[in-house]
């Protein structure tokens, strides 16, 4: 144990804080300005790891966490704070990446949230195995299950969902449950022993909203309605698109915020009447089906075959005939058009050098970045500040009570 009095303003993405009183040591479970009892948990040639134990002099942002297994499952981080200083520290470690990796001093322009709490459309149920499998979620850094009657992040159907499989005979080698859910509800089963009566249990105990099960080897067949998630992508001008996913393609978890992302965008792109545009990793189609009604042309760009065939499902719905898919690794895209307008939300390891480049060559009057991480966002931001400036930076608090944040940069040619 040793006593260690946190840097006033020193929060760090990964969800812990930062102490150089004594050395380098970054903290689990502390806010910036308290005085912790803290014990070392890990130590490394250039800094240490700890966890708070005990609060000498606590903020008062302090708050009481509402889960009773906060600190043991592994998917949030700062449900000791107040949502109020949750949203000021992410805009703190926006700021510092900008300055410290970018060089660019210019600072968040506004943060958009949403709510705190039961906002997840998409689960990852962990099962432990044995006959009576414990499900919930994985401790942090393990692969022991920690369960969970109830989850805060969940919507109430998933939470629903969550009661009805605890204790269930019938899930005896799964492992995983991946759940989705909007107008309707689809279920992926993963794991040694799935097979067809496991898929007609999940049928049978009635989740709201059903219309699929499906597991690995029946991924192209399924046992009622379609093995897909149905929701709506509507904004002021576009009410009412039909948006499907599948479990194996990409799904933004917190669609109420995702929709105000996606009318964001298209108020910062301004109008885009004529103009063509690019949507790189543009998934099934978030960004590029509201912005089709009124753009010449757009492509999507997405190597993932489950995304890219949701967004193909999306288009003949929609019966969009101005968007195309290219499926392909944008790095290797050999299209050499030029584009009036990029979207460009990459994973959480942002852009390679060949993508920097290949971006570049685009040519684009004006760069929508849209980033899971603000370190990587930084990165990428300088690289491309020669051509470009960069305002204005969003914060979207997409994931309260996580350390996660997404930030919108629009870069505009110079």
Not at 12 to 41: H, N, Q, T, W
Not at 246 to 268: A, C, D, H, I, R
Not at 381 to 395: C, E, F, G, H
Request: aromatic content about 8%; charged content about 25%.
């Amino acid at each position: 144990m040793k006593t260690l009095e946190l840097d006033s303003l020193a929060p760090i993405y990964g969800g812990m804080c930062l102490s150089r009183l004594d050395g380098v040591v970054f903290i689990k479970g502390a806010i910036p300005g308290e005085k912790v009892l803290a014990e070392l948990k890990e130590t490394k040639r250039d800094y240490s790891i700890a966890e708070a134990i005990e609060i000498l002099n606590g903020s008062s942002d302090r708050v009481t966490p509402r889960c009773r297994v906060y600190g043991m499952c592994g998917g949030c981080h700062y449900q000791h704070i107040s949502y109020e200083r949750q949203l000021s520290i992410k805009e703190e470690i926006v700021n510092d990446c900008l300055r410290r990796i970018a060089k660019i001093d210019i600072p968040v322009d506004g943060t958009i949230a949403g709510s705190q709490w039961n906002y997840r459309r998409k689960v990852q149920f962990k099962l432990s195995g044995g006959s009576t499998p414990a499900i919930g979620f994985y401790r942090e850094g393990t692969r022991d299950v920690v369960g969970v009657d109830e989850c805060a992040l969940l919507n109430a159907g998933l939470n629903r969902f969550l009661m009805k499989l605890k204790g269930a005979r019938f899930l005896n080698g799964v492992r995983e449950v991946h759940m989705l859910t909007g107008k309707t509800t689809v279920a992926f089963l993963k794991g040694p022993e799935v097979d067809e009566a496991k898929l007609e249990f999940m049928l049978d105990i009635g989740f709201d909203g059903a219309v699929g099960a499906l597991a690995p080897d029946y991924h192209r067949t399924h046992l009622a309605g379609e093995a897909y998630c149905l929701l709506t992508i509507g904004d002021e001008l576009n009410q009412g698109i039909d948006y499907t996913v599948s479990p194996q393609g990409f799904f933004q978890s917190n669609w109420e915020l995702n929709q105000v992302l996606v009318g964001k965008v298209k108020e910062l792109l301004g109008d885009v009447s004529g103009k063509r545009v690019i949507d790189i990793y543009g998934g099934a189609g978030n960004f590029s089906l509201p912005l089709s009604k009124t753009a010449k042309e757009i492509t999507i760009v997405e190597d993932n075959p489950y995304s890219a065939a949701d967004g193909e499902r999306n288009i003949a719905l929609g019966n969009f005939n101005n968007i195309t898919y290219i499926t392909k690794s944008f790095e290797i895209m050999r299209e050499n058009k030029t584009y009036d307008v990029a979207i460009v939300d990459p994973p959480r390891i942002g852009l390679t050098k060949a993508a920097i480049g290949k971006l570049l060559s685009l040519k684009a009057e004006t760069i929508a970045y849209i980033s899971c991480n603000p370190s990587t966002f930084a990165r990428d931001a300088a690289k491309l500040q020669d051509r470009y400036t960069l305002s204005p930076v969003i914060l979207i608090d997409m994931f309260p009570n996580t350390y996660h944040c997404e930030v919108l940069g629009i870069f505009h040619s110079r």
